[in-house]
T-cell receptor
Framework: DARVTQTPRDKVTEMGQEVTMRCQPI?????VFWYRQTMMQGLELLAY????????DSGMPKDRFSAEMPDATLATLKIQPSEPRDSAVYFC?????????????FGPGTRLTVL | AQSVTQLDSHVSVSEGTPVLLRCNYS??????LFWYVQHPNKGLQLLLK??????LVKGINGFEAEFKKSETSFHLTKPSAHMSDAAEYFC?????????FGTGTRLTIIP
């Protein structure tokens, strides 16, 4: 049963520290998305990649966030320096065109708490 | 541009009674529409999707949704609620690779 995996599942850190979240997309999926979920803002798209190339990162604070795909099996989201307002659940999703529909499959999320 | 409005932030129903979660969408193109469910502290799971093949779409766990173009609606229903249905439900619209999420409806099941 193919799944998107994310590590770590939970992360508690102090303000100013660097945080790296990792995602392994489903093998064969060529599109990867990063989302952030908070009570106030709901689900927000931060960035996405197709064939490892960044297509849209307009939802991401550029000064402290960066997203990369070093290879087809790994996507990373980095925050440096972290701030308390970054506390949220971060989801990765990978996507596949299925007929005329583009479908996304979500990972379990990384719950980030910045103290 | 595309958007989706979930008309109820919170719905409570008794176990065994019908469920109705309402969703209206706006899209410049022929959209794809989805319902996702999120159980507490879990990721998002696809319940069902509309792909223009049939207006009545059946999903997992007994859920279904009907696409009504004239009303720009895609409401989610289930004939009989189960305790395990308690979760957050998201209506989602897509006209390309990107998904636009509604604000979610929290479904509470009363024993």
């Amino acid at each position: 049963d193919a799944r998107v995996t994310q590590t770590p599942r939970d992360k508690v850190t102090e303000m100013g520290q660097e945080v790296t979240m990792r995602c392994q997309p489903i093998l064969g999926h060529n599109t990867v998305f990063w989302y952030r979920q908070t009570m106030m803002q709901g689900l927000e798209l931060l960035a996405y990649f197709r064939n490892r190339a960044p297509l849209d990162d307009s939802g991401m604070p550029k000064d402290r966030f960066s997203a990369e795909m070093p290879d087809a099996t790994l996507a990373t989201l980095k925050i440096q320096p972290s701030e308390p307002r970054d506390s949220a659940v971060y989801f990765c999703a990978s996507g596949l065109v299925h007929g005329l529909v583009f479908e996304q499959f979500f990972g379990p999320g990384t719950r980030l708490t910045v103290l | 541009a595309q958007s989706v409005t979930q008309l109820d932030s919170h719905v409570s129903v008794s176990e065994g009674t019908p469920v109705l979660l309402r969703c209206n969408y706006s899209s410049s193109y022929s959209p794809s529409l989805f319902w996702y469910v999120q159980h507490p502290n879990k990721g998002l799971q696809l319940l069902l999707k509309y792909t223009s093949a049939a207006t009545l779409v059946k999903g997992i766990n007994g859920f279904e949704a009907e696409f009504k173009k004239s009303e720009t609606s895609f409401h989610l229903t289930k004939p009989s609620a189960h305790m395990s249905d308690a979760a957050e439900y998201f209506c989602v619209v897509s006209a390309d690779e990107k998904l636009t999420f509604g604000t979610g409806t929290r479904l509470t099941i009363i024993p």
